[in-house]
Structures are given as structure tokens and as C-alpha cells.
């Protein structure tokens, strides 16, 4: 599986201070076991219904604000099946604009027990929930459409945290890591956002046998009738086998929701978050464990959202994402989030060290003053423009990178 691209919306990394991010990694050590103990997907109970377009009131264990505004949630309520279709837009129109304004994954489904109406899922950050509702009920203004609520189906409403934080690879299974202070040659497999990517060790010793794998697993899991399908109930952190377009691949379940029978999983080899029907997801035979996991999920160090600008918008993303996607660097360790997920410094397999984190922070800049521009006409920035620095880049690691997708004929 080549460049895997993950479905899962994160919110921009900022590096904590180096005195910070010591300490965090001695205190991980000691919190080890009660890591592992921890529940990454986390119910609470909620008792009282919504009729309002928010749901900052939701009980929660977390007293952080921070904390409880990117906690992942799922949250169902019921919609009448007559409005479904100015709900969906014409060809989704609306539903697109709802995922693109928000971040949010919104599906809608039938109702297993009423036909009548049918289920909305949104599954997202909090604080993006909370915004695609209020655009649903912006839609549908409660004295026009009163039927229209916000009552959760359940009373508990599934949370989570992301899975480095809550869900640790099984000790008696090797992941791969980067050494502390040693430049290591990478090839960036997967980019969840700006600064948070996903890179394989193409020098290690393991590395060559990760294509003989996967030809094994895909011929292994071709017929699925045949496989075992993963045991109820299932339980986040275990290994299985993920279908793909591309194949059949280790992977590693962060979050299940057993309402829809869906997982959100990790992929262990190439990187990047999936949420998938969880009987597609099979039984891993022991023996394809004989290599250590491939993928090390890492953060870009410096590189933070433009000015004025909490995230990473989809354009900078998508940008980030066609420029060292599939792309060879050296990368170096700069310190730890508190997380424990290393900060990396990327720099040219060969040729001048010039540091490439600089390269894309100002592809992210240019990119945010195109948008300034083109809503204020008057405004007028002497910065090079966003495809002229994309070139620029392109060309500089297409010239050093033998293994770079993006590589023309003269490299």
C-alpha cells in the first residue's frame, strides 16, 4: 500500500517547550502501566436531551478545555426522513459544504427501527461537532422546522483520544522508532496534516522484506470467505488485517463503535487513520508478525498554522500532502510531544543541509495570503505566490530523491 492517506481530521501539533518535552518523556516511562490501562474509548453518561444546536454541555471527565474540545466524538440523533433531502443537498451539496466547513465526517442511514425517520452520525473533534450543527440548525431554524432536534439516540456519547496517547503497540510486538541525535533516511508514506506525517526507515534491515508481506497477506486474505472475521466483542489495540484498494495490510484498532460495527484503525506499515466497517477487518496470522511495524508517526518541528489561523486549512493540507508525499529525506529527532511522538527535523538526502520545515511553513504562509487576497482585492503582499514555491520545492527534492513519486527525468 503506497502513500497511504488517512481519513482522520487532527488538529495542528505545536511543540512544547524543551524542558517540557524532557520531563514529559521521563514521566512516560513511569505512567507506562497506567497508560495501557486506560480506555481509549470513553463513555459518559448524558441524561438530559438536546433541543439546542450544541453541545458544549455535555458531562465530561476531563476538566481541560483544550483537552475537551479535540476529544473525538460520534454523535447520532435522529432527523425526519421527509427533510433528509434538503438535509443532503442536491448530488450532497450540502453535506459537503457541512464536511468542509467543519471537518466533520456526516453520514445518514436508515433507522433499524423506525421509518419514519432516519439516523445523522457525525463523527469529528468536539468543537467541530458543535459547529456542524449549528449549520444544520442554521438550515433548519427551530420555528420554521420544530421536528428538527438535536436529542442524542443513546445516552452515552462514545469519546476518544488519539491513539499514541491511549493505545501502545503490544510490547511483545517490535515498532520501529528513530534514533535520538542520528540524521536517518525516510521516505514519508502518509500525511494526516501540515506537521503530522507518517515515514519509513528505508535503510533498515527489515525494510526489504515489507513488499514480500504484503504480496503474501494479499494473496493470504484474497478470499475473505475463508479467513476468520475479527471476535465479539471487539476491543480497541488489537492487530488485524485492514482491506485496501491497494491490499490487505497490518493494522491497529484505536476506537470501535459497536452501534454501527465500525473501527477507526491505524495502519502499522505505511501510517495514516481509516474508519472502516469492522467485518471487513480479519484475523492476522501469526506469522505475518515476523517483521517489525514499518510506519513511525511523527510531527514536523516549527511548522504551525499561518497567522491568525488555529489549523491547518484542507487547501495548506492538500498542498503539504502532494508535495513530500511519497518524497526521501533525512529526518533528525528535535524533541518529544507530550505524547511521546517525536518532533523531526526533515532535511535533502543530499546536496546543502538546508532544514525543508522552512520550505513547507512558507508554502502554508503563501497559500493563507493567496486566500487574504483574493476576499480583500485591495490587499496587495510581496510574497512569492504558493505554485511558484511548490515548483520550487518539487524541483529541489525531485533533484535529490531517487525514490520520490514526484521524481522527473532528470533526477
Not at 464536511?99 to 433499524?112: F, G, N, P, S
Amino acid at each position: 500500500m503506497k502513500n497511504q492517506n488517512s481519513s482522520s481530521k487532527s488538529s495542528a501539533i505545536i511543540k512544547p517547550s524543551s524542558s517540557a518535552s524532557i520531563k514529559q518523556k521521563t514521566k512516560m516511562t513511569d505512567n507506562e502501566n497506567k497508560q495501557q490501562q486506560q480506555s481509549p474509548q470513553q463513555q459518559q453518561s448524558f441524561e438530559e436531551d438536546i433541543n439546542s444546536p450544541s453541545i458544549s454541555n455535555l458531562p465530561i471527565e476531563s476538566n481541560d478545555k483544550e483537552t475537551k474540545e479535540h476529544e473525538i466524538i460520534i454523535y447520532e440523533f435522529h432527523f425526519p426522513i421527509d427533510l433528509c433531502g434538503r438535509l443532503i443537498g442536491r448530488q450532497g451539496v450540502h453535506v459537503d459544504y457541512i464536511r468542509q466547513m467543519t471537518q466533520v465526517d456526516l453520514v445518514v442511514r436508515d433507522d433499524a427501527v423506525s421509518y419514519e425517520k432516519q439516523v445523522v452520525a457525525l463523527h469529528g473533534r468536539r468543537v467541530d461537532i458543535e459547529r456542524a450543527i449549528e449549520l444544520i440548525a442554521k438550515r433548519f431554524p427551530p420555528e420554521r422546522y420544530p421536528q428538527v432536534v438535536f436529542k442524542p439516540i443513546n445516552k452515552k456519547i462514545i469519546l476518544r483520544q488519539r491513539a499514541p496517547e491511549c493505545i501502545p503497540i503490544p510490547s511483545a510486538v517490535a515498532q520501529l522508532s528513530l534514533p535520538d541525535g542520528i540524521p536517518t533516511e525516510v521516505l514519508v508514506t502518509s500525511v494526516v496534516s501540515c506537521n503530522h506525517i507518517f515515514v519509513q526507515q528505508i535503510l533498515h534491515p527489515s525494510y526489504p522484506e515489507l513488499t514480500r508481506l504484503d504480496n503474501s497477506m494479499s494473496v493470504f486474505y484474497h478470499h475473505t470467505e475463508m479467513t476468520p472475521v475479527l471476535p465479539r466483542p471487539i476491543q480497541p489495540g488489537v492487530i488485524c488485517a485492514a482491506p485496501t484498494q491497494a491490499g490487505w495490510f497490518r493494522a491497529l484498532i484505536t476506537v470501535y463503535n459497536s452501534n454501527d460495527d465500525m473501527a477507526m484503525i491505524k495502519f502499522l506499515d505505511y501510517g495514516g487513520y481509516l474508519y472502516i466497517p469492522a467485518s471487513s477487518l480479519r484475523v492476522l496470522r501469526q506469522d505475518f508478525m515476523i517483521i517489525p511495524f514499518q510506519a513511525v508517526e511523527v510531527y514536523l518541528d516549527n511548522v504551525v498554522p499561518a497567522d491568525n489561523q488555529e489549523d491547518f486549512t484542507p487547501e495548506s493540507i492538500e498542498l503539504v500532502k502532494t508535495t513530500i508525499l511519497g518524497s526521501c529525506f533525512k529526518a533528525i529527532v528535535t524533541g518529544y510531544h507530550y505524547d511521546n511522538t517525536p518532533f523531526i527535523q526533515l532535511t535533502k538526502r543530499y546536496g546543502n543541509s538546508r532544514p525543508v520545515n522552512g520550505d513547507i511553513q512558507k508554502i502554508i504562509n503563501s497559500q493563507q495570503q493567496q486566500i487574504l487576497m483574493s476576499n480583500d482585492p485591495t490587499l496587495t503582499v510581496n510574497t512569492p505566490t504558493t505554485s511558484l514555491l511548490t515548483n520550487q520545492f518539487e524541483q529541489s527534492v525531485s533533484d535529490v530523491s531517487t525514490m520520490s513519486s514526484n521524481s522527473n527525468s532528470n533526477s
